[in-house]
């Protein structure tokens, strides 16, 4: 009931910056929740970095410094600012959130479909 779709994803040189956006959609009763994780081949899915609903941040180790979260809950959107980008940083990067769809429901987690960012001479 929750849709997630990102985009800003591309290639990039090294030492080069992307942001990447997401926006939710659907029938959303509270978004507590939104970041971005990532996934390369061969590896598992790791956190980047959330925010809550009150914009406290948690960011992987590997991004601090580097990488921003930021969201405007009027228009449910999560961004990410990526700057001082690595070839390590290439990857698959989804949208998450953790939000009740319905009223009374419990929270859920929901993922978008994913968009690549690839960091290359």
């Known amino acids: 009931q929750v849709q997630l779709v990102e985009s800003g994803g591309g290639l990039v040189q090294p030492g080069g910056s992307l942001r990447l956006s997401c926006a939710a959609s659907?029938?959303?009763?509270?978004?507590?929740?939104m970041g971005w994780y990532r996934q390369a081949p061969g590896k598992q899915r790791e956190l980047v970095a959330t925010?809550?609903?009150?914009?406290?941040?948690n960011y992987a180790d590997s991004v601090k410094g580097r990488f921003t979260i930021s969201r405007d809950n009027a228009k449910r959107t999560v961004s990410l600012q990526m700057n001082s980008l690595k070839p390590e940083d290439t990857a698959v990067y989804y949208c998450?959130?953790?939000?009740?769809?319905?009223?009374?429901?419990?929270?859920?987690?929901?993922w978008g479909q994913g968009t690549q960012v690839t960091v290359s001479s």
């Open positions: 925010i809550t609903s009150d914009d406290m941040t």
């Open positions: 659907g029938s959303i009763v509270k978004i507590y929740v």
């Open positions: 998450y959130a953790q939000a009740i769809a319905t009223m009374g429901s419990p929270r859920y987690g929901y």
